[in-house]
């Protein structure tokens, strides 16, 4: 079946350093791949999306690469802000024939950025 | 557009009432979806909706959770009895499916959260 493993957190950093999270998926098909953020007492926020292979997905200074070979979709910011913290969530969403437009959610990676 | 509405935004209530849950998705969307948001489990998919109608509610945790979409503008998550155990962030999102031309590789449908119903049971 479809499913999304992401890093467990918390990842701490202090502001300026370089992020990633680590995401892979396991997907029949062709599924398009997204990055959420959660801000404390928020719902969750489409931060980017990549819908095929070598797609490169960004926003905010963030930015993930649609990987089919390595079956990866990691989130990476090259200096994160104390106000980047957040949970972060990596889904997938398989399109296609049907009444079918769930997505499959990783079980999010608190980031924590230190001034 | 307002986004995704919902209502109330906190809910306090005593085990054994009746919980009623509100939303309103975006105008135009055709997908409309209830998640629920806790510490042990994470996010979790109850079901979701497409054009009023209920497609998968497999995720539903047992018969006191029921949900109506009676129109494209509305959707109801009701709980009765409510338990302690239900505590959590509950979430409605919608999206809007698109064009399916184009095969496999089309529109990503991405989702849009409301802002969450933080329910607490005593």
């Known amino acids: 079946g479809n499913s999304v493993t992401q890093m467990e957190g918390p990842v701490t950093l202090s502001e300026e350093a370089f992020l990633t999270i680590n995401c892979t998926y396991t997907?029949?098909?062709?599924?398009?791949l997204f990055w959420y953020v959660q801000y404390p007492g928020e719902g969750l926020q489409l931060l980017l999306k990549?819908?095929?292979?070598?797609d490169k997905g960004s926003n905010k200074g963030f930015e993930a690469t649609y990987r089919k070979e390595t079956t990866s979709f990691h989130l990476e910011k090259g200096s994160v802000q104390v106000s980047d913290s957040a949970v972060y969530f990596c889904a997938l969403s398989t399109p296609g024939g049907g009444a079918t437009n769930k997505l499959i959610f990783g079980t999010g990676t608190l980031l924590a950025v230190q001034p | 557009d307002a986004g995704v509405i919902q209502s109330p935004r906190h809910e306090v209530t005593e085990m054994g009432q009746e919980v009623t849950l509100r939303c309103k998705p975006i105008?135009?969307?055709?997908?409309l979806f209830w998640y629920r948001q806790t510490m042990m489990r994470g996010l979790e998919l109850l079901i979701y909706f497409n054009n009023n109608v209920p497609i998968d509610d497999s995720g539903m945790p047992e018969d006191r959770f029921s949900a109506k979409m009676p129109n494209a503008s509305f959707s109801t998550l009701k709980i009765q009895p409510s338990e302690p155990r239900d505590s959590a962030v509950y979430f409605c999102?919608?999206?809007?499916?698109?064009?399916?031309?184009?095969?496999?590789?089309?529109?990503?449908?991405?989702?849009?959260f409301g802002p969450g119903t933080r329910l607490t049971v005593t």
């Open positions: 999102a919608s999206s809007f499916r698109g064009n399916l031309a184009g095969g496999p590789r089309s529109k990503s449908y991405e989702q849009y």
């Open positions: 990549a819908t095929k292979a070598d």
């Open positions: 105008s135009g969307h055709d997908y």
């Open positions: 997907a029949t098909g062709y599924p398009s």
